[in-house]
């Protein structure tokens, strides 16, 4: 049977992962593809703990230049995130001939453009299925499956940390956040330092991807609408529930016309939604296509085997086409062909027209609501509900108020919310949650 | 821009979708692909009837082979369906170097591996995502995505118009099946002879696809436990909800060691399962990969534009592919590439072992009870749970009683039933549900 002669860089979590499906598996994907896939060395700086799987010794090497200067070696698996040395050691890898399958979100939602360019250039590929949502297919789906398809709405939850902490603030009512983090933190949900989870960095990477594969755009996080689930207290969940709505961590792509609203952000959702009920550390993408209508997919975003089996997904798919012959594929894996940002472009998100949640807190005295409410008027808000019904019993003379609004403008939102925080008998600024429900107009 | 010619044979309500896609989402196409899809000519024996589309009445021909014997024209769309002339016209385009796309899911059942023996023979390839959960880009992610699993399960709904009958009764209590069929009927989900679909053949043809591409088992539809839905009755619905069931005609693979649960049947699933929320026309396939873990894939199963997105998205596959050598991919897209049956084989149904649901019905008289437990203890069958609540006011004597039991085996629940069909108490032969709860022991 012929051999194909791979090597790891990155032998942490995921690379493990890697070591046990080759072995556990291998007759499965030998029997499924007919080569045999050796991976040949393994590179780490770390070449002396245990990582809980048997592996032959010999093959691990602290030089990554060992794999990436080894002619022997056409794929080169990259698992040890973060920008660099990622950056560097994948550049190598393409300039000495060699294809490359990476999970490292950050690294192709930041420097996708470069390192696509190189592939090219180098008749090379570079294959990342396990940057988004681990083990689902879904990266494969939107470019092959569903590639003759208009992608006009697009609703994720990408990151499972975050899910994790709003399911368990979801059904614990009354939990808040910090008891979330740190049962998830107990669990092993969540890292020690949960930054880039929580303030929904991890999503924004992904959501990049998906949008440069659905609507050909390049968008660094930093010009995407991003805001994590920091802010979400256990007040809210209850309000959620009372107006039968679950909060998700959405990466939202919508599309109007030649534009595109893009952002990531808590939502509200109908708990009828299919994204609604689904709980835990799992993801999903729920997707509606011009042609096939809507469509869901689930399952693990994360975890060593999960994430583990996308990446052997991704070196089986590069073998497949390198057999055929040795030259890139057209178009690469990544991107479009032609330039990006040639057809759609992202709206501003002041121009994002949507139903909002507002918590404001307020003094328990007459007029205050009028004013409140007179300030939306003022920018063309209408107001959908109210819910003002716990009197307050800590003292300080400030009770919540909830409002539901009809469409409105987030430009208008963020006025009123300047304005209505600026009154004396408000206190603190207004927090929002934009709703994702189709029912309201 | 490259032009790639592509013929059409069989102008239906899909094909009527290729056209439209192809024409309404041609930018899109050629933006992500960086090639434009020529369709050349569509051959169809009716060359008169409005299909709802703008086209170019010249490349309608109502001979087949102006597509099968044009030089130009590299890749072929079956879209007649049934065996022939569909596997002729197949044969003859591979034989004149030509690939095929096809949404033949009994061609491609029944006779895949002559279909994929004389492909490969003529280095020409055959894609049909189309034939299997329409939209849902499913046989992609068994063959890459998800290559790198071992499958352990895979429940499935596979056919549209048994949900959305199913879904019927289950929420209008009462409704029995001719009543949900009818309305499927008026709403243009069932055809007019429903047969294929309400006896479970189409979903069994789906099933045996699946087997092929995650088992490497090759098993046409005569060697697989196969059961529609007619003999569920509103009863049966009442009796689900009454356990926190839902019953939906399931798909279902279960491997164990090296052999396989392999059936289709009408099925009791908690409510809590992802599957069972699965509504309406809509199809969901729910698997377990040994490494991914638990994933669920859900959307529309069938119609027009659905499908057809299937279909393009196979078509640009097969571009892809052949843009980087002329060449057979290997393997390709069908079967695996060694001999089928090599890995797996499939279990004697007898000696199945799962949760039964039986429905008996029989006199309200002492010691009746007593006598049917009698039986099932003599076959080793344990009962969970009895109902037997409701007086009969019809007068005939009979009242129907319901066991739900521990598991057992297939070959005693059969040999019980006959027995207990043959006491003089007992009116008609029980009805049995099966249940997949993993609850249940």
Known sequence: MEEIAVGLIGFGTIGSGVVQILKENQSIIEARTGFRINLKKIADLDIDSDRGVAFDGSILTNDAYEILRDPEISIVIELIGGYEPARTFIIEAFRNGKSVVTANKALIAENGLEIFKVAMENSVDVAFEAAVAGGIPILRSFREGLVANRFDKILAILNGTCNFILSEMTHNPGADFHQALKKAQELGYAEADPTLDIEGVDSAHKLSIVLALTHGIHAPVKNIH????????????????????????????????????????????????????????????????????????????????????????????????????????????????????????????????????????????????????????????????????????????????????????????????????????????????????????
Do not use: W
């Open 226 to 441: 991003v805001e994590g689930i920091t802010g979400i207290e256990a007040f809210d969940l209850l309000m959620a529930r009372e107006f039968s709505y679950r909060i998700k961590l959405l990466a939202i792509i919508i599309r109007h016309g030649a534009k595109v609203e893009v952002r990531l952000h808590p939502t509200m959702l109908p708990e009828t939604h299919p994204l609604a009920q689904v709980d835990g550390v799992f993801n999903s993408i729920f997707l509606r296509g011009d042609m096939v209508g809507d469509q869901m997919f689930y399952g693990r975003g994360a975890g060593r085997e999960p994430t583990a089996s996308a990446v052997i997904g991704d070196v089986i798919e590069l073998i497949r086409s390198k057999k055929i012959g040795n030259s890139c594929r057209v178009p690469p894996l990544g991107y479009y062909p032609g330039p990006l940002e040639s057809m759609d472009s992202v709206l501003d998100m002041n121009e994002v027209v949507t139903n909002y949640y507002l918590r404001i807190h307020a003094m328990d005295r007459p007029g205050v609501l009028s004013r409140i409410s007179g300030i939306m008027a003022n920018h063309n808000i209408s107001i959908h509900s109210v819910v003002q019904k716990r009197r307050n019993s800590s003292g300080s003379g400030s009770i919540p108020v909830v409002f539901i609004t009809h469409s409105a403008r987030e430009a208008d939102i963020l006025q009123a919310r300047k304005e209505i925080g600026s009154l004396e008998v408000v206190s603190g600024s207004a927090t929002i949650i934009r709703i994702e429900d189709e029912s309201l107009d």
